[in-house]
């Protein structure tokens, strides 16, 4: 006797061993033995043979029509005994009855399943609908093939220009146009990139990396809404100072100015100007919003994204030939030792006589530390006295000697092209602006901690920098308090501090208290967005030094080992892992050879040939 059962789903075959009430016991057409189910057993016979059996039951398989089937079997459940009996128009053998359940089975669609051998035919709306979605399924994956041929071939269609940016960085795999993708990816063995920048798809490399991040933190684009309402503070007193800034060529975020005047009792009068944009729209306006959300500016080679709209910057950065909006530290110090003797702050409009930029005083650099006044420079005999008191209070902080081995760069990108510039760390110029923006946090979180008033700190013990509303020390620069209060046109936690700040010096109640949700929560956003916007501006110089290979036609170049398989190339920025590097001490210069540069992967091949003078 054999059996057709049903085992998880699937109908098997078998001959019947020996039979009970409980279960019967069948070995399977592959000699394997089982109990099964009386319950599971659709079907009993004894002839034809098992291999005879599923050739003849396929064959009325085949002869059988679905939509035929389904008209004849009506609206109520059935068996498949009992439809196969109505087909033939009589008993069916054990072929046919096991022919009009496979065919049942197979066809989800126009039948559903109630119970074992048992179904229903599927009423007339619902199946229109499910044959139309088969219809749809395959009309879909014939327009994925076309497409996935046409990507292949390297053409792209153009129908799916809208989608570009989703299908390179966030495509939904719901779609059949990321499915068509996917597809010639696997066919092509390229990433969606590579294989998009193959078709013509990409406008440029370049364009792709920023599109990314854009992508991902700017998806509303970086334009801002025209009509943002600021109004710059009037009636403010006028200080009695000439002030100047120094910054490089291309800053238009210009925070911070300095003032130097002799006054009685042989006494200098030190002046550190930072710009107020936090007197011309209050937290929670629409442009307090908008700073809220970038956070910061961004800066990469060649562009940048400010925080603040322009019309907002052009009203506050310090710009020359203007009385600007400023928060003034002033600092008195001895003339002759430099030690401070008292500081206060105000709120005011700053004469500003003087845009300074670095190349127009880099002789200045050689001139600082031998004590001698350059002629010919704007406000030198000023900058002059700012270093000697700069180098008071970096010994002052413990910090007096310090040096630093690792250079900057500069980037410089005009008409696509890119200049890389290498500047020492730590030059007069950059101690005397960066000791004055030092005393000014550190005063003013000094201040607002006495008072009581919460701001937000930033904090350094065991090597670990943070972000505080408590009062801490900063260990890295030597300093019990430290508030980064000094570019508030360009971070938003300066912005948050300036507000407490103005509080303070109005006599006014400060918009936040120390547990608010508004300060500890910039706290969190800021850090993430700080280093993401740091993270993207180091790829993006990383991409410029491979353009810069490529456009210097660079094949051999020397470079010096950084640790082990790394090397740094001696005349850019660019760190390269080489395989082929042997076991040298860190700082041996060697020859590295450039074998391949991938801009879409930003990404460089070099093997190491020699070392220098070997």
Known sequence: MFALYEENGDFKLGTILTEADSSLQIESQHGKRQKVKPSNVLLRFREPSLAEFARLAAAVVDELDVDFLWEASGG???????????????????????????????????????????????????????????????????????????????QFPEVWRPLLRELLYQPDRNRIEAKALEQACADTGLSPAKLLERCGALPSTHDYHLGRFLFEYFPRGTAFTSALDHSPPIGLPV????????????????????????????????????????????????????????????????????????????????????????????????????????TYSRIEAVPVKANLRHHEVESLNDSLP?????????????????????????????????????????????????SITERK?????????????????????????DHDIAAIYRAQSQGKVRMTTAPAEHQGLGVGFYAWSSSPL????????????????????PPF??????????????????????????????????????????????????????????????????????????????????????LVDNTVRAVYKSRVGS
Not at 438 to 448: D, E, M, S, V, Y
């Open 76 to 154: 109520h459940e059935f068996a498949f005994e009992e439809l196969a009996r109505d087909y033939f128009g009589r008993t069916p053998n054990a072929p046919e009855a096991a022919g009009i359940l496979y065919k049942l089975h197979a066809a989800p669609i126009y039948f559903h399943r109630k119970g074992k051998g048992r179904y229903r035919a599927a009423p007339q709306e619902i199946l229109k609908a499910a044959l139309a979605a088969v219809e749809k399924k395959r009309l879909q994956g014939k327009q994925i093939e076309e497409w996935a041929v046409m990507l292949a071939d390297a």
């Open 490 to 509: 360009r971070r938003y936690i300066d912005l948050l501090n300036q507000w407490q700040l103005a509080a303070l010096l109005n006599d006014t109640s």
């Open 513 to 598: 208290q120390r547990n608010s949700a508004t300060l500890l929560g910039a706290i969190r956003e800021f850090e993430v967005a700080y280093a993401a916007y740091a993270e993207f501006q180091d790829r993006m110089e990383q991409y410029w030094c491979l353009r810069w290979l490529l456009q210097e036609n660079v094949v051999q170049c020397e470079a010096s080992v950084a640790r082990e398989g790394v090397v740094k190339l001696r005349a850019i920025p660019l760190y390269v892992r080489m395989s082929s590097l042997p076991d040298l001490p860190p700082g041996t210069p060697v020859i590295v050879e450039v074998e391949s540069i991938d």
């Open 239 to 342: 200080a009695q100072v000439e002030a100047f800034s120094l910054d490089d060529a291309t800053t238009t975020e210009i925070d911070d100015a300095f003032s130097v005047r002799q006054i009685d009792g042989g006494l200098i009068e030190v002046g550190i100007h930072i710009a107020a944009p936090g007197l011309g729209f209050a937290p929670d306006s629409a442009v307090d919003r908008i700073a809220w959300e970038r956070l910061s500016t961004v800066y990469i080679p060649g562009n940048k994204i400010t925080m603040l709209p322009d019309a907002v910057i052009g009203a506050f950065t310090l710009a020359q030939g203007a009385d600007r909006p400023a928060i003034s530290l002033y600092v008195q110090i001895d003339a002759k030792t430099m030690a401070i003797r008292q």
């Open 425 to 449: 760390r730590g030059l007069p110029l950059d101690k005397l602006v960066a000791e004055m923006m030092i005393l000014a946090n550190r005063t003013w979180g000094k201040l607002l901690a």
């Open 370 to 418: 031998t004590g001698s006044v350059a002629p010919n420079v704007p406000f030198a005999g000023e900058l002059q006295t700012l270093y000697v008191f700069a180098l008071t209070l970096e010994e002052g902080r413990g910090q007096a000697g310090q040096t630093f081995d690792r250079p900057e760069y500069t980037f410089n990108v005009a008409d696509d092209r890119i």
